[in-house]
């Protein structure tokens, strides 16, 4: 087994012993252990008690976080004539249509949200494939197959983040900066624990909420009582 460096074992001592602590203890252990040289992510896990295998125990949904996520969000929009002058003015970072299909399908995906407009999606369909795994295929259900282009475009570039249970039943997601105010921060994690307790399918039995872990880009997980992450 590969030695630890120094940072990293400092930061596993200082959280031994904290288990299911509450969200404001974890966001201040995290952001205390957060020195890496650049401003880490602070990212939740949550384990929920579902099978993903079928349909009616899928999790997905959308939340726009109160703060934001302190990521520049990089938007591809396909659509055509005044749809495609709308994204484009509306802060678009990539517009096309077949065109864009073609450079998707060579491999290279510029961009961390898709939206489409619904005429669009014949030619969206395509690229199943390629942005399906990348949890980047435009849906209806999380308002990135829309006419309203500009509302989704500004939606996207404003702290919009989607989440989708993987495998295993556990939804991922970055929430923030370790560089924001503790406030800030606790409020988007409750803000998108309580999004995903929503969002709980007809077919999930039991318990839901299994575990939430937080931790930033570089440094180890800390698990939060799921009473205090899930605090309206």
Avoid: W
């Avoid at 060579?106 to 949200?113: M, Q």
């Amino acid at each position: 087994m590969a030695k630890l460096g120094k940072r990293t074992r400092t930061a596993r001592e200082a959280l031994v012993g904290k288990e299911n602590v509450t969200v404001e203890e974890a966001v201040s252990l995290i952001k205390a252990n957060a020195n890496a040289k650049f401003d880490e992510t602070v990212e939740i896990a949550m384990n929920l008690g579902v099978d993903t295998r079928h349909a009616d125990q899928m999790v997905r949904g959308v939340i726009g976080l109160p703060n934001g996520t302190g990521k520049t969000m990089r938007v591809a929009v396909f659509a055509r004539g005044a749809k495609a002058e709308e994204a484009e003015a509306a802060g678009a970072d990539i517009v096309g249509a077949e065109d864009l299909m073609e450079t998707v399908q060579g491999g290279t995906i510029e961009f961390d949200r898709c939206i489409a407009t619904p005429d669009m999606m014949p030619i969206v369909g395509r690229l199943g494939k390629v942005l399906g795994p990348r949890n980047l295929m435009p849906n209806p259900k999380v308002g990135t197959v829309t006419m309203d282009v500009t509302q989704a475009v500004k939606d996207a570039k404003g702290g919009q983040v989607q989440f989708r249970a993987e495998k295993g039943g556990v939804v991922h997601a970055g929430v923030g900066k370790a560089s924001f105010d503790e406030a800030k921060l606790v409020e988007n994690i409750r803000a998108f624990v309580n999004a995903v307790s929503k969002a709980r399918p007809t077919g999930a039995k039991g318990t839901y909420m299994k575990k939430v872990s937080l931790s930033s880009t570089m440094g180890p997980g800390v698990s939060v009582a799921i009473d205090s992450a899930n605090a309206e």
